[in-house]
Structure formats: structure tokens, C-alpha cells
């Protein structure tokens, strides 16, 4: 008859003892959201000191100027110098009365200064830490490191799963405590608050963690009252006939476990929700990681997020490499200056430093690598694709990424395995055009004046080629010089001869000695002689062979397969090495640093050169190099030009066919190939040479067709030449349309 009693009692007893049980694991689990936090301000702190013992950093405190003016160009980091005798609201960075008493507190001798959060004038609230700095042993400047509060949202979230919400508070000397993030219910109890190490934050739980009060379950007059209502009801039920004595299970306390018999009571955590802590990353499209660079459609597959992503997988790549440092460059388009600040996010968030240099042509930015040493760097560029494309060229230790590397980027998204750093990397804005400038200035000289018409089609190249013209003593006539990412005038290209039609009227109206176009992002050259007649890269190769190898007698000189058979030919006539490579310029670029020849270029416009340059793509830095060599000849450009030879040919043509065909058709054509009269290069596709003339087929790295182009000495041997690759084209490819 007391069994039920006993039974309700256990009962009681056993929730009490789980509700301890499970108060003393949310405060250990308090505890460890707490760890993450030190450990995340313990690594700050080592970061910084370790900007503070930097020399450079140390060597920067010797010409210290007021807080406005020494302000850095990071946007988290700066160096203030000592002796700031009261709070400057309106420096940079502001210097409000809590931040003022950390400087203060760390000039009277502390050993340590806390990080602290401080509340700006605008509402928001950041962390600071901070450090002295020292130069010749003595203490100089102070390094400050500025976090937003959601900086400490991101510490919480990487602690084990499953602990409480929490509210985060900060306690002041006077003894005052401030919520800092979070929420708290009606009668938070202090008890429960757990201390941030190293720090004068404390945490809370959201909601009270200790269990609701209960009635006194063991007290006399509560056993002797339920004693006389249990008896009550068995003798209700032994009136019945026919009826079984139990505890119904609607009269257990709702929440109380179920014991039956046979059973042990275990107690048990529910596992979170892990998607409401993870924040979801945008869809991230294969097709935009291509053979050279990555490129897509601007909010169709590219937008600010899926560029903040990438540039996450990069600083992470950059990481793997042992890099810690990039460039970060925008050309002109519309798009471009929001997508150049996602990246910097992504790059920083990884731990990378950038340096942004703002609006430039890509050379530039190659040319910051050198110069910066940083050997690293991104531009977000369409280069000469339409406004509404955009992209981002890649640059890692040294190396244009190119093919696998590219892939590699799409497949570290897809994997997650990304770097997350605990603290931001630095940003720092840097103008490095007139370094730049000065370089070439420095490395060129024209022996006269020319007359030059400069076509930058609204492209980047229109912010700087006019004006190294000019300081270069040209007399330059611009045409559509200003940056406009919408190319209102022409198509940015100057591969396409309908592009040139501007240029070529300009340089005969005012009698120029040659007409240069630039694309896009301005590491491509466009040539017309004086005549407005077009040279093409293979031909201006030709010229450019012709003057290194007079100083360089035997090196090699490297070219694309889509380039005329006289430029190996002149190349050896000059005492050089005719190196014929692949297709792409990230790599020609690649084969001129593993060979260290002192000059490369493709048929795309792609010149590189490795004597007095760095050996980067750069279409200015050409254009300075012919105009170097036209001014120094007394000739007409029409007339140095006229010996350099030149045969019938074709522009490229092009073949399109379904995604994923082109190199299964290459590979059937190669196997088909039966050219016992010339020889077969199948470097980057076919090409056969002909002792009168060439064809060549290749599948293209960006867009699924095949490339074809021809050359010849006459008409006649052109078209026997085309004829040729057609039968073996229908051969390999029945029902194809060649086109040509």
C-alpha cells in the first residue's frame, strides 16, 4: 500500500539529483564557451606582440606624428604615439575616454593592459588591445588593434556545441557590470556567471540555469497529508470491481521521468541544431573557375558573396603556401570596386594582409608584387569581356594560377577546407602608380619625340598610358582614354580588328607615327604603323627578338603555337633558340620562368618581357619598349615595320561544339593526322608545317570550340592547306560544320 508513495518519492528524489546534474554541465559548458574565448584573446595578444617586436613597425615609432595624421592605413590597426594627455573623440582612430585610460594605465607601468570593449559615439561598440612598442629599448608608441563586437559573436560560436545562450558582460573598475552582447531574462542570478580569463568580460546564461523551486517532498506534515489521500484512493478502487490497482500515467508530474520496471534512468543531452550555427555559404558555380582565371557574370553566378568566399579559399591556399601577405587591385568596371572589397574580406578573414592599390591596370598590380615583395596579389578584372562580366586574376608566390591550380581553388570550396582565422588580417591602402611610373621612366629613354594616337577603349590602361606617354616625351592624341566600365565607345579588344577602326582613322588624321590600343585591364598592346596598317603580336615579336637577341645572343625566345612560322625563323637568324609553347599567357608566363628566357609573348597580344622587366604581361610597359626601338631607328614606323615578313593568313577561326567535345575531337584528329611531308607539333593541339605554310586546330581553354588558324606563303597554298585539315576535321568528326 506504501509502495506508490515510495515509488513517487524515488521519483521526486531522482529529477532532483538529474536537474543538479544537469546544472553542473551547462556551467561546464559555460566554462568551455569561456575558454574559447581566452584562448581566441590569448592569440590576439601573441599576434600583436608580435607586430609590436617587428622592426619595421619599431622603425615607424622614430618620426611619431599627432594620432590624426599617424593614423595607419589599416583599417584595425594603428601606432599612437605616447603622452596623449586627454581623449581625442575626433582623431583616427577616435580616442574616447575608455580608450584614453588604457594608454594611460599602460604608460604608468602595467605589465599587461587588458583587451576591453568600448562603446564609439555612433553607437558601436569594438574591442581594443594593445601593446607598447619599443625601438632602441625604449618604449616609443603604442600598437592598438581594433575588433568589432562581432568579433566576439565569432569566439561564442566556435565553442563546443551545445552550451547555453549567453549574454556577455564587461565589468568596469568601479565595479560596475555592462552588457556587452546577448540577452538576459527577468532575474539573471550573478552566481552563474563565469569569468572570461585574461579578460574583464564575464558570461552568463541567457536563462536562469538552476531548476525551479519544488515543494518540500520530504517534509512530515507533506508525507502524512499524501499518506491519507493515497489510502483514500485504494479504497475507491478496492470498491470497484474488477479494476486494477495502478498510478495512472496522466497523474505523474508532467516532465518527471517514466520509471518501469527493469529500466535504469539515464540522463541525456539533446544534440543542437547545427545548421542555426553554421552560417550557409553562397552556391559557388563550377563553371566560373576557368583555364586562366575566374570569370562569370556579374549577379548571374559572381556576386559580392560567392567573390568573398573565393577570396576566403584563397587566403587559405595563400596560408598553405606559407604566404601572409597579397595585392589586391580593381580595374574601371562598374562592379568591380564592391567584388574588390568582398575579396579583401575573404583574403582577411583567412588571417592574409592586404594591401589594396585601388583602380589599376593588372600590370600594376604584378608589378606591386615586385615591388612590395610580396610576390603575391589579385586583381578583380573582366580584362576585355563585356561590361557585365567580371573576374578575378591570380597571382601566389610568383605563380599566375592557372588550369589545375584554379580547379584546386573550387575543389578547397567544395571540401571546406578553409582558414579561419581568430584575427583579421590587416588592410592597408597604398598608391604605387608612381613607383610604377618611375620604374619604366627610369628604364626607357626615347632618342626623339614621336607622335602617338593612344586608344584605351574606356579600359583601366586609360588612368596611366597617356601619361607615361607623355612623360616619356611623346606627343600623345587620346581616344576614349577615360575609364568607363560600361565601354560606351568600343569594345575594349584590340585582337579584333573592327576595335582598331578609331585608332587607325586618328593616326592618319594627324599624321602619327603609330597608333597603340590597349584592352581592358591593360596587359594587352594593339599596334598600327604609321600607314594604319595592323601589326600583330607575332610580328611585333619578330622586332623584339630582333633587338634583345642583339644583347643576348643565344637565349631562347619563347612563343604560342598560334604564332607565324617567320618569327621562329628570325629568332634564329638573330643568333637565338625558337621555343614554341601551349597556349594561354598564365602559361607562356609560367615556361619564361621555369626557362628564364628573356622574352615571350603569345598571338593574343601577351608580351612578357625578362631583360629589364620582371617578365609579367604588361601592355604599357611594351608599348614603351616599341616606342624605345621606332625612336631610335629614323625611319618611318611604316618602313621599320615593312622588313619584317609577312605571309597570307587567317585570323583565328573557330568551330563550336557541345561542352566537354573539343578535346575528344583534338585527340581523334591526332590519331588520324598523316603528314609525312611536314612536321606535326602536338604541344597544345595539331599543327602541322608545311615547307610553304601551316594549320593548327586546338580545343579552346575557355569555351568549348576549336581554334583553328593558317598561314601560308601564297593563296594557293593556303587553301591547300585549309583543305587539308577539312577532310581530316570530317574524318574526326562527322556532321561538324567547319566554317572555314
Not at 617587428?54 to 618620426?63: G, S, Y
Not at 603609330?514 to 584592352?519: E, N
Not at 643565344?554 to 617567320?566: L, N, Y
Not at 614606323?637 to 615578313?645: N, Y
Request: charged share 25%.
Amino acid at each position: 500500500m506504501l509502495l506508490p508513495l515510495a515509488v513517487w518519492y524515488g521519483e521526486e528524489r531522482t529529477a532532483a539529483r538529474l536537474q543538479d546534474q544537469a546544472l553542473e554541465i551547462r556551467m561546464l559548458q559555460m566554462q568551455a564557451q569561456a575558454t574559447a574565448v581566452a584562448d581566441a584573446v590569448a592569440w590576439s595578444e601573441r599576434w600583436l606582440e608580435q607586430r609590436a617586436e617587428d622592426p619595421v613597425v619599431q622603425r615607424r615609432t622614430v618620426n611619431r606624428r599627432l594620432p590624426a595624421e599617424l593614423a595607419d592605413e589599416l583599417n584595425t590597426l594603428w601606432l599612437l604615439p605616447l603622452g596623449i594627455d586627454e581623449p581625442m573623440p575626433r582623431a583616427v582612430p577616435p580616442i574616447g575616454f575608455a580608450l584614453h585610460d588604457m594608454l594611460q594605465r599602460s604608460e604608468e607601468g602595467a605589465e599587461r593592459v587588458p583587451p576591453e570593449a568600448h562603446r564609439l559615439a555612433d553607437g558601436e561598440v569594438v574591442v581594443y588591445f594593445l601593446r607598447t612598442v619599443s625601438f632602441a629599448g625604449e618604449p616609443r608608441a603604442h600598437l592598438v588593434l581594433r575588433q568589432p563586437i562581432a568579433w566576439l559573436e565569432r569566439q561564442l560560436d566556435r565553442a563546443p556545441a551545445g552550451g547555453p545562450d549567453v549574454a556577455l558582460f564587461q565589468q568596469t573598475e568601479d565595479g560596475r557590470v555592462v552588457r556587452l552582447l546577448g540577452e538576459v531574462g527577468e532575474s539573471p542570478d550573478s552566481a552563474e556567471r563565469v569569468p572570461v580569463g585574461g579578460t574583464p568580460w564575464l558570461l552568463q546564461a541567457s536563462e536562469p540555469l538552476a531548476p525551479e523551486a519544488r515543494p518540500a517532498l520530504s517534509s512530515p506534515l507533506f508525507l502524512f497529508a499524501t499518506l491519507l489521500a493515497v489510502l483514500a484512493i485504494l479504497h475507491l478502487l478496492a470498491a470497484a470491481p474488477g479494476r486494477a490497482a495502478a498510478t495512472p500515467a496522466a497523474a505523474r508530474r508532467p516532465g518527471s521521468p517514466s520509471v518501469e520496471k527493469g529500466t535504469r534512468e539515464i540522463a541525456m543531452t539533446q544534440e543542437p541544431d547545427t545548421e542555426t550555427m553554421v552560417r550557409p555559404s553562397p552556391e559557388i558555380r563550377r563553371d566560373l573557375f576557368r583555364a586562366y582565371d575566374i570569370r562569370g557574370r556579374v549577379d548571374a553566378g559572381l556576386n559580392e558573396a560567392v567573390v568573398q568566399e573565393i577570396g576566403r579559399a584563397i587566403g587559405s591556399e595563400a596560408v598553405d603556401r606559407d604566404l601572409d601577405t597579397l595585392v589586391v587591385a580593381r580595374d574601371g568596371r562598374e562592379s568591380s570596386p564592391a567584388l574588390a572589397e568582398a575579396l579583401g574580406e575573404g583574403l582577411r578573414s583567412a588571417g592574409i594582409h592586404v594591401i589594396d592599390i585601388g583602380q589599376v591596370p593588372t600590370p600594376v598590380m604584378y608589378f606591386a608584387t615586385y615591388h612590395l615583395q610580396t610576390g603575391s596579389g589579385v586583381v578583380v578584372t573582366g580584362s576585355h569581356n563585356p561590361p557585365d562580366y567580371n573576374g578575378l586574376k591570380i597571382m601566389l608566390g610568383g605563380e599566375t594560377l592557372s588550369g589545375d591550380a584554379i580547379a584546386g581553388l573550387y575543389d578547397r570550396l567544395q571540401d571546406g577546407r578553409l582558414v579561419r582565422a581568430p584575427v583579421a588580417g590587416d588592410l592597408r591602402l597604398l598608391d604605387v602608380v608612381p613607383d610604377y611610373l618611375q620604374r619604366i621612366l627610369a628604364d626607357v629613354r626615347l632618342t626623339r619625340p614621336l607622335r602617338v594616337v593612344v586608344d584605351c577603349g574606356n579600359g583601366v590602361a586609360g588612368s596611366i598610358a597617356p601619361r607615361l606617354l607623355r612623360e616619356l616625351g611623346c606627343e600623345v592624341h587620346e581616344l576614349f582614354c577615360e575609364v568607363d566600365g560600361s565601354f560606351p565607345n568600343h569594345h575594349p579588344d584590340p585582337a579584333d580588328p573592327a576595335n582598331l577602326q578609331t585608332l587607325i582613322e586618328k593616326v592618319a588624321e594627324v599624321d602619327a607615327h603609330v597608333g597603340l590600343a590597349f584592352d581592358g585591364d591593360g596587359d594587352r598592346l594593339g599596334v598600327v604603323d604609321g600607314g594604319g596598317k595592323i601589326i600583330w603580336p607575332d610580328r611585333q615579336l619578330m622586332l623584339y627578338a630582333r633587338e634583345i637577341l642583339a644583347v643576348k645572343p643565344g637565349a631562347d625566345i619563347i612563343f604560342d603555337v598560334k604564332c607565324s612560322a617567320h618569327l621562329a625563323r628570325i629568332i634564329e637568324k638573330h643568333a637565338g633558340v625558337p621555343v614554341m609553347w601551349r597556349t594561354g599567357h598564365s602559361i607562356i608566363k609560367a615556361k619564361l620562368k621555369q626557362s628564364g628566357a628573356p622574352l615571350a609573348g603569345e598571338m593574343s597580344g601577351h608580351i612578357f618581357f625578362n631583360d629589364r622587366w620582371d617578365g609579367f604581361d604588361d601592355g604599357m610597359y611594351t608599348a614603351a619598349r616599341l616606342l624605345e626601338i621606332l625612336a631610335h631607328d629614323p625611319r618611318p614606323s611604316t618602313e621599320v615595320f615593312a622588313e619584317l615578313p609577312e605571309t597570307v593568313s587567317t585570323p583565328e577561326l573557330k568551330v563550336q561544339l557541345e561542352e566537354g567535345e573539343p578535346p575528344r575531337v583534338i585527340e581523334r584528329l591526332m590519331r588520324r593526322a598523316r603528314f609525312p611531308d611536314a612536321r606535326v607539333t602536338t604541344i597544345d593541339g595539331l599543327r602541322v608545317d608545311f615547307s610553304d605554310g601551316w594549320g593548327l586546330v586546338r580545343s579552346s581553354n575557355t569555351t568549348p570550340c576549336l581554334v583553328l588558324r593558317f598561314e601560308a606563303d601564297n593563296e594557293a597554298a593556303l587553301e591547300r592547306i585549309k583543305t587539308a585539315f577539312r577532310e581530316l576535321l570530317a574524318e574526326a568528326s562527322p556532321g561538324t560544320e567547319p566554317g572555314f
